[in-house]
């Protein structure tokens, strides 16, 4: 359960592109899925692009929640955080498929989920490790 819980949700929104990409099935990133009409009277247009950058965009959300719990699993989820990234970089580089601007902001999106959980931890950890900068000539 430990695992699951680690596992970043970048990876499984990286991992569905991914799956859809390789099976062949993936529809073209510009096909349509749906447009409505604002009350403004413009068109707006949603493609699978669309989609897959707005579920990155609420993981990533929910991954920097997660950063910012101090537990023993921690460093798992910087370490598989920071998998996920790499993975998705080389994927980036190397795979035709993975070879869109979809994919880049996904990875783009890894990559602040990595240096996020980082920073994050760093601060809280300051802030639990307080240090007397006074006059007992410690520091």
């Known amino acids: 359960m430990r695992l699951i819980v680690s596992l970043p949700m970048l990876a ?3 991992a569905a592109y991914n799956l859809l990409g390789f099976s062949g099935s993936m529809l073209q990133s ?3 899925l749906f447009e409505t009409t604002l009350p403004s009277g413009e068109d707006i247009f949603f ?6 950058v707005l579920a990155g965009l609420v993981a990533l959300f929910f991954e920097i929640l997660k950063a910012a719990r101090l537990s023993n699993g921690t460093i798992v989820d910087h370490m598989l955080s920071t998998v996920t990234f790499i ?10 498929v993975c070879g869109t ?3 880049f902001l996904l990875t783009a999106m890894a990559l602040i989920d990595v240096v996020a959980g980082f920073s994050v931890s760093i601060f809280s950890a300051r802030r639990d490790y307080s240090v007397n900068r006074g006059g007992d000539g410690l520091l």
Not at 47 to 52: E, S, Y
Not at 87 to 96: G, S, T
């Open 87 to 96: 993975v998705a970089l080389i994927e980036f580089l190397l795979v035709p």
């Open 47 to 52: 493609n699978v692009g669309h989609v897959f």
């Open 12 to 14: 499984v929104v990286i």
């Open 101 to 103: 601007v979809t994919f």
């Open 30 to 32: 510009e096909s349509l």
